[in-house]
C-alpha cells in the first residue's frame, strides 16, 4: 500500500512543482509588464518636464516681447511717444499714395505714346 500512497505524494509533487514554474512564469511576465510600465512613466514624465521648459521659455519671450512693444509706443518711460507713431503711419500712407499717383501719372503718358 506504501506503493501506491507514494505514486500519489509523487503525482502532487510534479503536480505542485509544475505549478509553482506556472507562477514563476506569471510573476516574470508580471516583472516584465510593471518594468515596461515604468520605463513609459519615465519617458512620458520626460517629456512633461521638457513641454514644461519650453512653456516657460515661450512665456518669458513673451513677456520680454511685451515690454519691448510697451516701450517702443511709449506705454512706459522713455519709449517713444504715440504722437511719433502716429506720424510714422500717416508718413507712410501719405508716401504710398504719393508713390501711387506718380505709377498712375507714368502708366498714363506711356500709353498715349504707344
Do not use: C, P
Request: hydrophobic share 40%; net charge neutral; glycine share 8%.
Amino acid at each position: 500500500m506504501s506503493t501506491s500512497r507514494d505514486r500519489v505524494e509523487d503525482t502532487y509533487e510534479r503536480q505542485n512543482d509544475q505549478r509553482l514554474d506556472e507562477l514563476h512564469s506569471k510573476i516574470r511576465t508580471l516583472r516584465g509588464v510593471t518594468t515596461d510600465i515604468h520605463d513609459d512613466v519615465e519617458r512620458q514624465n520626460l517629456i512633461l518636464d521638457d513641454t514644461g521648459n519650453n512653456f516657460t521659455s515661450f512665456a518669458n519671450s513673451l513677456t520680454q516681447s511685451s515690454r519691448r512693444a510697451a516701450h517702443a509706443f511709449g506705454l512706459t518711460s522713455g519709449g517713444v511717444k504715440s504722437w511719433r507713431v502716429a506720424m510714422y503711419v500717416v508718413g507712410a500712407f501719405l508716401g504710398l499714395w504719393i508713390m501711387g499717383k506718380v505709377w498712375w501719372w507714368w502708366s498714363a503718358s506711356g500709353e498715349t505714346a504707344v
